[in-house]
């Protein structure tokens, strides 16, 4: 009779192990994430011990954008058996979810666990700046670009290295060194000499009132992408700014033409027109900033302009500008 019990054990076994391994192959060939799933799902129940299936199955939930449901099957892999990956998984869904703090806490021990895990540690900082958190942030941003500076350590890929530089320039903004991330963005221009980099530079020397080199890294951007729209915003503000205004009106007219309802754009048309003594000019596109903000006649206070450009970056500059233009109606 145990005999019996035996082989009928190992014949459901031997079977059971024989349906996996062609719902393994089925789940290899599979395209469709909802098909890879049902098949992982169909191991589960003949394996229930198969971690790797929830790991499998946890990844392309993830990918499907179920991330509640990853997070449950790469915490069932934890109880049984924790790994640096599956922490770090789980932190990847719990920072789309929004949950930071468990994000962190997830990244924290995956590093914990593989020191070599170096996507874990970049996912920390990111988690930490938003969190609030910018010098924790700097530190892990910081660490991967000293390793690989000056001790040479090639474990980390050049990836690693170029976003880590992106966000320890972000961080550097955060906590008021703008020149340090000034700098970074100049290696990263190096690395990637894009548009968006160019333009990112721009947008910091805009800040620090460089205007010629900002207007500089704009004109560049555009070189290499003529279809961004905020760069001809920022790159006509900045020509403003150098007293170029029939070069300021070109860049603020291309603006508008992406967007018809830029009225940052226009209140820069109206300014620059203003300069050129284009009184005419002048109060049309002031007016049509009025009509998009719905102002019209009724202009009372600067403070009506507080969501504009303007009036959050330039104050004095547009409070002088504004009170010229109203001038002109008198």
């Not at 021990?109 to 020191?115: I, M, P, R, S």
């Not at 703008?178 to 990263?188: C, F, G, K």
């Not at 309802?261 to 007016?287: C, H, M, Q, S």
């Amino acid at each position: 009779m145990k005999m019996l019990l035996i082989l009928s054990l190992t014949l459901i076994y031997s079977l059971s192990f024989g349906q996996v391994k062609k719902l393994y192959r089925k789940v290899e060939k599979a395209k469709d994430l909802t098909e890879k799933i049902s098949l992982l799902s169909k191991i589960i129940r003949l394996q229930p011990k198969d971690l790797d299936a929830y790991f499998y199955r946890a990844n392309a939930e993830h990918e499907l954008g179920n991330y509640n449901g990853a997070i449950l099957d790469y915490s069932k892999i934890i109880i049984e058996e924790p790994d640096a990956d599956t922490f770090l998984n789980r932190g990847n869904s719990r920072y789309r979810l929004g949950d930071y703090q468990g994000a962190k806490q997830d990244y924290t021990k995956a590093y914990e666990l593989d020191k070599n895990l170096i996507g874990a540690r970049y996912s920390l900082g990111c988690t930490k700046y938003d969190l609030g958190d910018f010098k924790g942030a700097f530190l892990d941003f910081n660490s991967p670009i000293q390793n690989y500076r000056y001790k040479h350590d090639y474990l980390y890929p050049k990836i690693f290295i170029y976003k880590s530089l992106l966000m320890r320039a972000l961080t550097y903004e955060s906590l008021g060194n703008y020149m340090n991330a000034i700098e970074d963005y100049s290696s990263i221009i190096l690395i990637k000499p894009n548009a968006e980099n160019f333009y990112n530079r721009g947008k910091l020397l805009m800040d620090l009132k460089f205007y010629q080199e900002a207007n500089n890294d704009f004109m560049t951007s555009l070189y290499l992408n003529e279809k961004n729209e905020y760069a001809y915003f920022y790159k006509g503000t900045s020509n403003l700014f150098l007293g170029k205004y029939l070069k300021a009106i070109s860049d603020f007219s291309q603006a508008v033409k992406f967007d018809v309802t830029d009225f940052d754009a226009y209140l820069g048309l109206a300014i620059a027109y203003n300069k050129v003594n284009d009184p005419n000019n002048a109060k049309l596109y002031f007016e049509k900033a009025n009509a998009i903000l719905e102002i019209g006649e009724d202009l009372k206070t600067i403070e009506q302009y507080t969501d504009t450009f303007w009036f959050q970056n330039q104050y004095y500059y547009f409070n002088n500008n504004i009170n010229k233009l109203v001038g002109l109606y008198n």
